[in-house]
Protein backbone atom coordinates (compact mmCIF):
# COMPACT_ATOMS: atom_id res chain seq x y z
CA UNK A 1 0.00 0.00 0.00
CA UNK A 2 1.13 3.41 -1.17
CA UNK A 3 1.88 5.80 1.72
CA UNK A 4 0.90 9.57 1.31
CA UNK A 5 4.04 11.95 1.66
CA UNK A 6 4.38 14.79 4.38
CA UNK A 7 2.43 17.81 3.20
CA UNK A 8 4.47 20.90 2.32
CA UNK A 9 3.38 22.83 5.43
CA UNK A 10 4.76 19.80 7.64
CA UNK A 11 7.65 19.66 5.85
CA UNK A 12 8.28 23.29 6.11
CA UNK A 13 7.46 22.79 10.35
CA UNK A 14 9.87 20.22 10.29
CA UNK A 15 12.94 22.25 8.71
CA UNK A 16 11.72 25.20 11.05
CA UNK A 17 13.70 25.58 14.26
CA UNK A 18 11.57 25.91 17.28
CA UNK A 19 11.23 29.33 19.14
CA UNK A 20 13.73 30.06 21.16
CA UNK A 21 11.98 32.98 22.40
CA UNK A 22 8.88 34.69 22.42
CA UNK A 23 6.97 38.09 22.31
CA UNK A 24 3.38 38.67 23.54
CA UNK A 25 1.77 41.77 22.11
CA UNK A 26 -1.35 43.25 23.87
CA UNK A 27 -2.80 46.24 22.92
CA UNK A 28 -4.98 49.37 24.20
CA UNK A 29 -8.70 49.42 24.47
CA UNK A 30 -10.79 51.41 27.27
CA UNK A 31 -11.23 51.98 30.63
CA UNK A 32 -15.02 50.52 30.21
CA UNK A 33 -16.08 48.35 27.44
CA UNK A 34 -18.17 44.78 28.49
CA UNK A 35 -18.10 44.00 24.76
CA UNK A 36 -16.00 42.81 22.94
CA UNK A 37 -13.26 44.57 20.41
CA UNK A 38 -14.92 45.82 16.75
CA UNK A 39 -14.00 43.80 14.10
CA UNK A 40 -11.70 46.72 12.65
CA UNK A 41 -9.98 47.06 16.16
CA UNK A 42 -7.31 50.19 15.64
CA UNK A 43 -5.86 49.48 18.78
CA UNK A 44 -5.06 45.82 17.90
CA UNK A 45 -4.34 47.22 14.29
CA UNK A 46 -1.82 49.88 15.86
CA UNK A 47 0.88 47.56 17.20
CA UNK A 48 0.70 45.68 13.87
CA UNK A 49 4.02 47.53 12.59
CA UNK A 50 5.64 47.28 16.39
CA UNK A 51 5.23 43.33 15.57
CA UNK A 52 6.53 43.30 12.03
CA UNK A 53 9.97 45.69 13.09
CA UNK A 54 10.68 43.38 16.41
CA UNK A 55 10.90 40.28 13.87
CA UNK A 56 13.14 42.02 11.29
CA UNK A 57 14.63 43.50 14.47
CA UNK A 58 15.23 39.44 15.82
CA UNK A 59 16.94 38.76 12.32
CA UNK A 60 17.84 34.78 11.82
CA UNK A 61 16.58 34.13 15.48
CA UNK A 62 13.41 31.80 15.88
CA UNK A 63 11.25 34.44 17.10
CA UNK A 64 7.55 33.64 18.18
CA UNK A 65 5.02 36.97 17.78
CA UNK A 66 1.87 36.53 19.53
CA UNK A 67 -0.59 39.25 20.29
CA UNK A 68 -3.51 38.25 23.15
CA UNK A 69 -6.59 38.37 22.34
CA UNK A 70 -9.17 40.03 24.31
CA UNK A 71 -12.81 39.10 25.14
CA UNK A 72 -13.72 42.44 26.20
CA UNK A 73 -13.25 45.92 24.94
CA UNK A 74 -12.47 47.70 28.70
CA UNK A 75 -9.91 47.27 31.88
CA UNK A 76 -13.33 47.21 33.83
CA UNK A 77 -12.37 48.18 36.80
CA UNK A 78 -12.08 45.66 39.19
CA UNK A 79 -12.64 42.99 36.97
CA UNK A 80 -9.49 43.78 35.23
CA UNK A 81 -10.38 41.65 32.05
CA UNK A 82 -7.18 42.23 29.91
CA UNK A 83 -5.04 40.90 33.05
CA UNK A 84 -6.77 37.40 32.41
CA UNK A 85 -6.46 37.30 29.02
CA UNK A 86 -3.08 37.75 28.98
CA UNK A 87 -2.72 35.52 31.43
CA UNK A 88 -4.68 33.12 29.08
CA UNK A 89 -2.34 33.86 26.11
CA UNK A 90 1.20 33.58 28.42
CA UNK A 91 -0.01 29.97 29.43
CA UNK A 92 -0.79 29.09 25.69
CA UNK A 93 2.50 30.02 24.98
CA UNK A 94 4.24 28.06 27.45
CA UNK A 95 1.98 25.21 26.81
CA UNK A 96 2.90 25.65 22.45
CA UNK A 97 6.58 26.37 23.37
CA UNK A 98 7.70 25.39 26.79
CA UNK A 99 9.87 27.54 29.21
CA UNK A 100 11.28 30.07 26.69
CA UNK A 101 11.67 33.73 27.78
CA UNK A 102 8.74 36.07 26.38
CA UNK A 103 8.92 39.41 27.08
CA UNK A 104 5.73 41.44 27.17
CA UNK A 105 4.86 44.89 24.42
CA UNK A 106 2.09 46.76 25.59
CA UNK A 107 0.38 49.94 24.61
CA UNK A 108 -2.11 52.23 26.86
CA UNK A 109 -4.46 49.49 28.54
CA UNK A 110 -2.11 46.85 27.04
CA UNK A 111 0.92 48.13 29.38
CA UNK A 112 -1.11 48.25 32.27
CA UNK A 113 -1.84 44.48 31.59
CA UNK A 114 1.40 43.90 30.65
CA UNK A 115 2.50 45.22 34.24
CA UNK A 116 0.04 43.12 35.72
CA UNK A 117 0.99 40.04 34.85
CA UNK A 118 5.14 40.53 34.41
CA UNK A 119 5.48 38.23 37.28
CA UNK A 120 4.13 34.95 35.09
CA UNK A 121 7.07 32.78 35.17
CA UNK A 122 8.00 32.95 31.57
CA UNK A 123 8.48 36.53 31.79
CA UNK A 124 11.56 38.00 31.40
CA UNK A 125 10.95 41.67 30.74
CA UNK A 126 8.21 44.33 29.93
CA UNK A 127 8.07 47.08 27.41
CA UNK A 128 5.56 49.71 28.07
CA UNK A 129 4.42 52.22 25.07
CA UNK A 130 2.49 55.17 26.70
CA UNK A 131 1.37 52.82 29.47
CA UNK A 132 -1.62 53.90 31.90
CA UNK A 133 -0.25 53.31 35.05
CA UNK A 134 -2.60 54.91 37.67
CA UNK A 135 -1.63 55.56 41.08
CA UNK A 136 -1.71 52.28 43.58
CA UNK A 137 -0.83 49.77 40.75
CA UNK A 138 0.92 46.19 42.28
CA UNK A 139 4.82 46.12 42.07
CA UNK A 140 6.03 44.00 44.03
CA UNK A 141 5.75 41.29 41.33
CA UNK A 142 8.10 42.85 38.65
CA UNK A 143 11.42 42.42 41.48
CA UNK A 144 13.90 40.79 39.11
CA UNK A 145 12.52 41.77 36.13
CA UNK A 146 13.54 44.20 33.20
CA UNK A 147 10.88 46.88 33.08
CA UNK A 148 11.59 49.54 29.90
CA UNK A 149 8.48 52.21 29.69
CA UNK A 150 8.23 54.78 26.50
CA UNK A 151 6.22 58.03 27.24
CA UNK A 152 5.82 60.48 24.92
CA UNK A 153 5.73 64.20 26.49
CA UNK A 154 2.52 65.39 24.41
CA UNK A 155 0.33 62.22 25.65
CA UNK A 156 -2.59 63.82 27.20
CA UNK A 157 -4.30 60.16 27.52
CA UNK A 158 -1.74 58.58 29.84
CA UNK A 159 0.15 60.14 32.05
CA UNK A 160 4.15 60.58 31.83
CA UNK A 161 4.66 61.23 34.85
CA UNK A 162 2.60 58.19 36.78
CA UNK A 163 4.66 56.09 34.49
CA UNK A 164 7.72 57.85 36.15
CA UNK A 165 6.33 57.34 40.17
CA UNK A 166 5.70 53.52 38.62
CA UNK A 167 8.69 52.65 37.58
CA UNK A 168 10.38 54.78 40.73
CA UNK A 169 8.48 52.15 43.03
CA UNK A 170 8.73 49.07 40.68
CA UNK A 171 12.52 49.97 41.05
CA UNK A 172 12.53 50.09 44.73
CA UNK A 173 10.77 47.09 44.90
CA UNK A 174 13.73 44.78 42.93
CA UNK A 175 12.50 45.38 38.95
CA UNK A 176 15.17 46.94 36.92
CA UNK A 177 13.84 49.81 35.57
CA UNK A 178 14.49 52.26 32.54
CA UNK A 179 11.93 54.97 31.31
CA UNK A 180 12.32 56.56 28.19
CA UNK A 181 10.87 60.12 26.89
CA UNK A 182 9.90 60.75 23.34
CA UNK A 183 10.05 64.02 22.99
CA UNK A 184 7.12 65.19 20.45
CA UNK A 185 4.86 62.09 20.92
CA UNK A 186 1.83 61.18 21.30
CA UNK A 187 -0.35 58.82 22.57
CA UNK A 188 -1.08 57.06 19.09
CA UNK A 189 2.31 56.82 18.17
CA UNK A 190 1.90 58.45 15.48
CA UNK A 191 4.46 61.32 15.52
CA UNK A 192 7.87 60.30 15.14
CA UNK A 193 6.10 56.59 14.28
CA UNK A 194 8.76 54.89 12.32
CA UNK A 195 11.21 55.86 15.94
CA UNK A 196 8.69 54.06 18.32
CA UNK A 197 8.76 50.86 16.06
CA UNK A 198 12.69 50.55 15.58
CA UNK A 199 13.30 52.09 19.19
CA UNK A 200 10.71 49.16 20.53
CA UNK A 201 12.27 46.37 18.47
CA UNK A 202 15.50 46.92 19.48
CA UNK A 203 14.67 47.10 23.26
CA UNK A 204 12.58 44.07 22.84
CA UNK A 205 14.76 42.08 21.10
CA UNK A 206 17.74 43.48 23.45
CA UNK A 207 15.96 42.33 26.48
CA UNK A 208 15.91 38.81 24.96
CA UNK A 209 19.34 38.65 24.29
CA UNK A 210 18.63 37.96 20.69
CA UNK A 211 20.62 41.55 19.78
CA UNK A 212 22.57 44.26 21.83
CA UNK A 213 20.13 46.51 24.12
CA UNK A 214 20.66 50.40 23.51
CA UNK A 215 23.53 51.03 25.91
CA UNK A 216 22.02 53.88 27.66
CA UNK A 217 19.30 51.47 28.64
CA UNK A 218 21.58 48.76 29.08
CA UNK A 219 23.14 51.36 31.87
CA UNK A 220 20.25 52.64 33.24
CA UNK A 221 18.70 49.46 33.91
CA UNK A 222 22.05 48.32 35.71
CA UNK A 223 22.48 51.68 37.81
CA UNK A 224 18.38 52.16 38.62
CA UNK A 225 18.64 55.65 37.37
CA UNK A 226 16.06 58.11 38.53
CA UNK A 227 16.02 60.54 35.48
CA UNK A 228 13.96 59.12 31.92
CA UNK A 229 16.00 58.93 28.92
CA UNK A 230 15.67 60.64 26.12
CA UNK A 231 14.94 59.03 22.92
CA UNK A 232 17.57 60.82 21.01
CA UNK A 233 20.09 59.81 23.42
CA UNK A 234 19.39 56.09 21.96
CA UNK A 235 21.15 56.62 18.51
Known amino acids: MRTR ?11 RPAPEAAVLLL ?17 GRRLIPFGRAIARAAGAHPLALRTAVYRHRGWNGARADPVHDALRALDALTDALGPVPVVLVGHSMGGRAALRVAGHPQVTGVVGLAPWCPPGEPVDHLADRDVVL ?14 RELAARARRAGARTCVITVEGGDH ?13 AALTTGLLGLSPLP ?20 T
Do not use: K
Open 188 to 200: AMLRRAGEWHTTT
Open 150 to 163: LHGDRDRTTSPRDT
Open 27 to 43: HGGRADGLEPPPALNLP
Open 5 to 15: GASAGQRASAR
Open 215 to 234: APVSEALRQGANTPLGLDTL
